[in-house]
């Protein structure tokens, strides 16, 4: 058989599987390239201005305190809201009450979805932050706010698993400040941690975050 001469069978069914398998290899690229393009479309469309917390980041486990009210609550008490909780004490000079009072101004330009919305203060001074004082401080802000206390062991505990630290500064005859981090943690209405708020994050952003997710982004 020379050059010159028809393909046999064999060959023109050799040329048609590789047609095929050309062809399923350029639609199977397109369609990648298409998946690809809605997935980076919808990230682009679920921008938060928060820091967005990967599920595999285990921050905030279960938590067992008492609010303000005197009720004992877990993280249970708060599924199907979002959560909010930041760290402070009732005596910080500057830090706790900008974040009491940006939280209470997001609170009041989510109108009616602020009632699905939780924010809970937990102190870090369970020495000085008395249940009576706690009940006396956050409503000041806001009358959702609930005070957080438990015992300095379940304080630690709480610190503990959401990676908050916390130190007693200038101890002089009872008289101290205590340094902490701040910044706010968002959790989803079923219960996992969704974004990180630093400290200074507006109260427009932070409500537009927390509406995103109330829509279920
Ligand atoms: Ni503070």
Do not use: N
């Not at 967005?52 to 708060?78: C, E, K, N, R």
């Not at 101004?105 to 699905?116: N, S």
């Not at 004082?133 to 609930?146: G, S, T």
């Amino acid at each position: 058989m020379s050059a010159l001469d028809p393909p046999s069978a064999t060959i023109r069914w050799l040329r048609t599987i590789r047609f095929t398998a050309y062809a399923l290899a350029v639609l199977l690229a397109a369609g990648a390239g298409a998946a690809l393009w809605l997935r980076h479309d919808a990230g682009m469309e679920q921008r938060l201005g928060g820091m967005s917390v990967a599920p595999s980041v285990q921050i905030g486990g279960p938590f067992s305190l008492t609010d303000h009210t005197g009720a004992a609550v877990t993280d249970a008490t708060y599924r199907g809201r979002l959560m909010l909780i930041f760290f402070g004490f009732t005596h910080c000079p500057d830090v706790c009450p900008t974040e009491l009072q940006v939280i209470a101004e997001v609170l009041d330009g989510l109108g009616a979805d602020a009632d699905r919305v939780a924010p809970l203060f937990i102190t870090v001074d369970p020495e000085r932050d008395t249940p009576a004082l706690l009940a006396e401080y956050v409503p000041v802000f806001d009358a959702r706010f609930l005070g957080m206390y438990g015992t300095p062991e379940q304080i630690a505990d709480v610190a503990k698993d959401f990676r908050v630290f916390y130190r007693k500064s200038g101890d002089l005859e009872g008289h101290y400040t205590i340094d902490h981090s701040a910044g706010t943690y968002v959790f989803g209405p079923d219960g996992r941690l969704r974004l990180y708020m630093r400290h200074g994050e507006t109260p427009a952003v932070i409500a537009a975050d927390i509406k995103a997710l109330l829509a279920g982004k």
